[in-house]
């Protein structure tokens, strides 16, 4: 069984969905520390201005060290993203399409409190949009004793995975031989062989949100979400 850990981004890039489509279960990791200018609460989209951020306003003044599944929205948000979406991608293949269903997770999402609650509403609609099975549960449903390294192989443990697959970038970081020693194998994953597709507002862009695929590519939007092999 694969398994991979993440925090949660707000309407995270394609990659991001890649990856979880190629495990078999996905743990939203939001007991972790709350990061400021990260992707946690913010994403970029293509606009006739060039590429734009659609950031969620959090509280952080005296929370330095907050998990993610503490932070709290400041301010009425999702109407003002919302807004900046359709003159966006108003004139996008499927926006029409789409936009019912999309405007309707920016209203549910107008509702919650916490930033990590809005996360996993999108996150969990996105992945249905594009037909992956993988189970997504939060990181509370298991223990984590440790830190770092060790946290995330006290998750992968409880949740009986044999296989876990993590981005890049934790290369810097990820003790392979502990999870090795458990009968864990680490493996990678590979951003790159992404297809180009029909995308608004000039030249190809790949760093944005995985919306810019839906409302430009509809229902081939799984194609352009899947990369090269992991390894």
């Known amino acids: 069984m694969r398994i991979s850990i993440i925090q949660s981004?707000?309407?995270p890039w394609k990659g991001f969905f890649d990856l979880i489509g190629r495990s078999d279960e996905y743990v939203i990791y939001d007991r972790m520390q709350y990061v400021k200018r990260h992707w946690h609460n913010r994403n970029r989209i293509k606009t006739a201005n060039g590429v734009e951020w659609l950031t969620i306003p959090v509280v952080t003044k005296g929370r330095f060290d907050q998990p993610i599944d503490e932070v709290l929205i400041e301010k009425p948000w999702a109407e003002k993203h919302w807004r900046t979406l359709e003159l966006a991608y108003r004139r996008a293949p499927f926006f029409e399409a789409l936009q019912p269903v999309v405007k309707g997770w920016y209203e549910r999402a107008e509702r919650e409190q916490r930033l990590t609650d809005v996360n996993e509403l999108f996150?969990?609609?996105?992945?249905?949009?594009?037909?992956?099975k993988t189970r997504i549960i939060r990181d509370t449903a298991y223990p984590a004793d440790g830190v770092k390294s060790a946290r995330l192989l006290a998750i992968a443990r409880a949740a009986g995975a044999d296989r876990y697959l993590s981005g890049p970038s934790a290369r810097i970081y990820l003790d392979e031989k502990l999870f090795a020693d458990a009968g864990i194998v680490a493996e990678w994953?590979?951003?790159d062989g992404y297809a180009e597709y029909a995308q608004l507002h000039g030249g190809f862009e790949h760093a944005v949100s995985v919306l810019d695929i839906l409302f430009n590519t509809g229902p081939d939007a799984?194609?352009?979400?899947?990369?090269?092999?992991?390894?």
């Open 123 to 132: 996150t969990r609609e996105i992945a249905g949009l594009l037909g992956l």
């Open 189 to 191: 994953m590979s951003y």
């Open 9 to 11: 981004c707000y309407i």
């Open 222 to 231: 799984p194609r352009f979400v899947h990369g090269r092999s992991s390894g």
